[in-house]
């Protein structure tokens, strides 16, 4: 007799991730002969750099193929831990060092690690929103409740010491930052981080700091927690490879964590996936040591990033083109639909499916990220494609606009 699959309690509320869902209908029209512009992958389009995969063959050639410690490679760790040293602001006591690191199969294992660790059942956790699809989801599958603060539009939604303590209870251990943020591209200003990092402190709250994006940014550089606070004695700094490196699929982040918490997340880490992988290790270490290579690298992405950037942002300042956030870092617009006729409560859903199936253009709705009147749009992509997409993008939005609700 056929066994019936219900779903146990740890994954009974867990949705499917809505980027990849778009991923895979543009896949699906692009294999029947469809042309798609895929605008809604959260991915460099550069290779990964030629340094970074040189060292992976000779590690590889070495003989760098075997199980590695837990936490990672000590070289690896010790690399992360001199640079987060270079950004941090307290006193030497505190000064980040290896043991501090756990190296993981990507910031999303790290950030899974590290809420898993810290969160249980009848603990919330704040998450600024509009926020990238998985914060919500890893709090839940820790048990936690998540909980969003929604901040101003027009100050790029981020969230004020005010809209933290009105969202606040009893219940509140921790809190999520993203910046520069995915889905808006803002980047926050450092003034206000300082004063949510402080009030975090001061209520005993967990700060995760997600800074996978902050090499990314443009008018002014993004700020790193560690170089906004003195006592990193609540706060998880989660980076990794994948996007200042062009090495998604490398698959290596890390945590610096308190020790203790670090190594509570190496524990838990040593029963699920144990160390990354071994070569990815050694490409990283290439990556965060031979900083003359890797910033040319860097340089070069950002500045193309930049250029893609703004000539889109030309093209929304036409006129009847749909607002939108002001996307100073990470490789996001982040554009409000809400307006569209017969969009409801959804029209961020409506928009993305219209212009997928009508328009070719693959985006991703705002749902995903807790804002169902808007889009995102990623301009990791060849510039012709991005210029194209945000043509048909806004001839789209007008076109709707245009006809009476």
Known sequence: MPVEFVPSPNIVQLRPSATIAVSTRAKALKAQGREIIDLGVGE???????????????????????????????????AIAKNAGTLWAGDAA??????????????????FNACFCLFGAGDEVLIPTPAWTSYVEIVALARATPVAVV????????????????????????????????????????????QILDLARSKGWWVLSDEIYRRISYEVPAASSLELTTDRSNLIVIDGVAKS???????????????AVAKAMNDLQSHTTSNAATPSQYAALAALTDHAAAEESIGTMVAAFRARRDAAMTLLTEEGAPPYVHPSGAFYFFIDVSA????????GTVFAAHMLEDHGVAIVPGA??????????????????????????????????????
Do not use: C
């Open 94 to 111: 505190q000064t980040p060092v290896a043991a501090d690191v756990v190296v993981s199969n990507g910031s999303k294992q790290t950030l």
């Open 44 to 78: 460099p389009d550069f290779d990964t750099p030629e340094f970074v995969k040189v060292a992976a063959a000779k590690a590889v050639a070495a003989g760098h193929t075997k199980y590695t410690a837990t936490e990672g490679i000590l070289p690896l760790r010790e």
């Open 245 to 259: 490196y062009a090495m998604t699929g490398w698959r290596i982040g890390w945590a610096i964590a308190p020790r």
């Open 151 to 194: 901040g101003d539009p027009a100050n790029g939604f981020q969230v004020t010491v005010a809209d933290l303590l009105a969202a606040a209870t009893p219940r509140t251990r921790g809190i999520i930052l993203n910046s520069p943020s995915n889905p808006t591209g803002a980047t926050w200003n450092a003034h206000v981080l300082t």
């Open 340 to 347: 569209i006729p017969n969009g409801g409560d959804d029209a």
């Open 368 to 405: 995903a990220f807790g804002s169902p009147g808007w889009v995102r749009l990623s301009y990791a992509a060849a510039e012709a494609d991005v210029l194209e997409g945000m043509r048909r993008l806004v001839s789209a939005y007008r076109a709707m606009m245009s006809v009476p609700a």
